[in-house]
């Protein structure tokens, strides 16, 4: 570690508290986001029932915050460099997915509502536009022939998500079922890792 | 930290930030568990005494998050390799543990009470699977001839504790005692430490 | 962390996760015990001014789990091995530190009351007690003639700790003011950094 | 990690816990501040709108602790030894950045309020000269000619911050703006990335 510190030209390439940080800030979110699932105020089935739809948006946030949490490992794991840019990136990245458990708590409550159906398909986008961005500033930093460079070429997927959480957003305001198929569709394209990190550093 | 990342062929190998997520998430639960056992509204021993219930089931979802956590962490300690199943099967588990403050804070509230006793008991049962299921991914990355493989071979106490929440999750629609007996048996059960990955550590 | 895992005998020896996990409990109880002091209901100085001994019992608070942490940082980095009694004392530590932001919320609300005052006394104790478990756990563990086994010989500190710490919870019976000065001792007696580790180290 | 332990002459080196440890604080001061931002009671966008200020103050602390979290980095990076006034000075900026959930829950609901506004601005600057002590600190460890004692030698920005937290609390008794102002002019100013560090490093 300290000679670490020292044999590497430049200040910002060490990933490793970058990493513990961002696992920091994802491993509150998750927990928070359960914790505001309230425990229903009788012990009956119906009660239960009623906490339904915020133990639901519960999954797909937990499945959202997951995937980042996935992807980010795997993008950082391939990252050489992090330059100041991609420190900020991050932390912007960070900043959306911290107005998770905010957004989760309010659609859980109100999951038929324009406001709060909209809001939380903005959230996701601003995570999702900051994820993009984390991922181009990466690739400034260590070079499109860098290792992250390649992997990252053409990144469709983060185009998508980020195509259906605008979708899904503007539906919102006619229908919140077509918002949150667009929300869940995101979720299950992601559920499949990211070949890309995995055949680069399989071959 | 930078030569690991290059010197091994398979992307997915390292446990480090899977095991600092995980301990991330463990520790927030454990935390948040404790915080939601309120304050009594008096300062009276009789207003103490009625946070008794709270009091006690916090003791037995803390010895659950410690045992998960020791094991999880004897577990990748003897882990070599981790595949993409290996990350979604412990992102399910945290999913599950997480439901934990929750359960625990309606279990707490309505002690005798058949919806949050099940409730309880099936939460502790989603747990139980995942980390049996986390425990399968390891060994199918690893082969059964692995280090891991072969100290997990027959894991008994695995399907005991998942045999005695699901019937500690039945017992609670008749009994809520009989239903707290089965899950106080898992933990005591679990607090002797598994003495599989110590031996094959320690030939 | 590869070769770390193999070249050692025993299963146990590495203290990296334990401080981790010890580090993540703290760093979340620290942060509920200052966010479970409510920002006034007002936006005047004399709400602020109601406001103040929760904000005292927190700075209590604070500094005992902050001296925790310190005498955890240091007793950890003395040690070589742990095993699993070591294990188990540690999470028992943490679960009365976690017991800590329950407590110091009631003492907050009710700073002179024998009920609130005795029970942030008994945690403090357990935690005290907790420690000096952890301790003889680890000297065991390593051996009498260790570096660490020798750091801590008369663990006069930890005494006087628990000491101070039982006589406040009795002095809490008859006046909070006096168990607040016993509290605040051990804090005052801890913020002297633990010379015996500096100085094992610094031959 | 083992070798590492004996290899060095002073107990205090190693920077790893310390940055782990105020990682996790931050980390969850971060997703706590965003936590207290209530989800709206009705699902309007009115309602949301009244969420307005909390969102925005969250916004500014959110910069502020992403900050202190950036300078904290590139500080103990440059860092090569520890010493017990660093632990302690840490701890104590952790405890003045554990005081922003409080300050940012009143403020936001009170944003035009002397009170609010001045507390606000005292626990910024309780932070900001917390980290000024801490950067002494570690150049008193370290010596004036080490890496960081060269890297920090007149610092501007930091006693500009606590100038300007100093003015900001000042001006919050005649004008809510005005302290806003000070208080974004200081997020700004640390937005761009502290170049001493880079430029020591990059040579």
């Known amino acids: ?9 430049s200040a910002l390439e060490n990933t490793d508290r970058l990493e513990a940080f961002s696992d ?19 012990p ?20 959202m915050v997951g995937i980042y949490w996935n992807n980010h490992h795997h993008l950082l794991r391939t990252t ?3 330059s ?22 309010w659609i859980g409550r109100f999951p038929n509502h324009v406001a709060s159906v909209v809001t939380y398909g903005l959230v996701s986008l601003g995570a999702g536009i900051s994820f993009s961005f984390l991922v181009h500033a990466i690739v400034r930093a260590n070079g499109v022939d860098s290792d992250v460079g390649r992997a ?12 259906l959480y605008a979708v899904g957003s503007l539906l919102g305001f006619v229908s919140a079922l077509g918002a949150f198929i667009c929300f869940g569709l995101v979720a299950v ?3 499949i890792p990211d070949r890309r990190f995995v055949r680069r550093h399989a071959h």
Chains 1, 2, 3, 4 share one sequence.
């Not at 300290?2 to 030209?9: A, D, E, T, V, Y």
């Not at 920091?24 to 359960?34: F, S």
């Open 80 to 82: 050489e460099r992090i």
């Open 189 to 191: 394209m992601w559920v």
């Open 84 to 105: 100041a840019p991609v420190m900020w990136c991050n932390l912007i990245l960070l900043f959306w997915l911290s107005l998770l458990p905010f957004a989760t708590s």
């Open 152 to 163: 990252v070429q053409g990144d469709l997927k983060g185009f998508t998500s980020i195509g």
């Open 44 to 63: 009956t089935w119906s009660a239960l029932h009623h906490t339904g739809p915020s133990l639901l948006v519960y999954v797909l946030s937990f499945s």
């Open 24 to 42: 920091g800030v994802m491993a509150v979110i998750i927990t928070l986001m359960a914790f505001s699932v309230k425990a229903p105020a009788a």
């Open 1 to 9: 570690m300290r000679n670490q510190k020292h044999s590497h030209g």
